[in-house]
Antibody
């Protein structure tokens, strides 16, 4: 199983951050949940949200008002949109495959750096 | 939301020594805790899940224990490749949280 993030590396303040994660070696319609996690420079890991292939989502309460996640079964990808971004959203963004029980993320993408700057 | 508190923030040890990392949950989470290792410029790597189950390919020197609110990751004898940052993680109430991390550095 491999996950690969893609998307712009630079986003302007107040704009929308858009990333996609391509999944290979597994189908996005399997029994797993698909998550986004970010890591600001020199900081720890922050879970952003997750999606199940039928479109059920859970989001971090602290980001919920700005986050939208979606799944594209035809391309085996899932996506993240984060709007109204500020410099505080500058981070490496990882996608990951989640298992509900026992809970864990067993596969991760390599991560992609997104910088918010004018 | 369940908060996870890791201690210590930094652990300075020599190769061959034993490392003991702690993770405390703000509410009981049964055994639903995972541990990850992260090296600079890399994604986190799953080490332990269900508090004490080693993930595929993880060496036996990594031991997870605990339940309820107190959990421990023990590295029985540090190898050079074990110097990294370690995070605990849990899932409850439709949300995942991570601890703030423990850095294991070479003394």
């Amino acid at each position: 199983v491999q996950l690969q993030e893609s998307g712009p590396g630079l986003v302007k303040p107040s704009g929308t951050l858009s990333l996609s994660c391509y999944v290979s070696g597994d189908t996005i319609s399997s029994t797993f949940w698909w998550s986004w996690v970010r890591q600001a420079p020199g900081r720890g890991l922050e879970w952003i949200g997750e999606i199940y292939h039928v479109g059920i989502t859970d989001y971090n309460p602290s980001l919920k008002s700005r986050v939208t996640m979606s799944v594209d079964k035809s391309t085996n990808q899932f996506s993240l949109k984060l709007n109204s971004v500020t410099a505080a959203d500058t981070a490496v963004y990882f996608c990951a495959r989640g298992i509900r029980y026992p809970p864990r993320f067993d596969y991760w993408g390599r991560g992609t750096l997104v910088t918010v700057s004018s | 939301e369940v908060a996870l508190t890791q201690s210590p923030a930094t652990l300075s040890l020599s190769p061959g020594e034993r490392a003991t990392l702690s993770c405390r949950a703000s509410q009981t989470i049964s055994s639903d805790l995972a541990w990850y290792q992260q090296k600079p410029g890399q994604a986190p790597r799953l080490l332990i899940y269900g508090a004490s189950n080693r993930a595929t390919g993880i060496p036996a020197r990594f031991l997870g224990s605990g339940s309820g609110t107190d959990f421990t990751l023990t590295i029985s004898s540090l190898e050079s490749e074990d110097f990294a940052v370690y995070y605990c993680q849990q899932r409850s109430s439709f949300s995942w949280t991570f601890g703030q991390g423990t850095k294991v550095e070479i003394k």
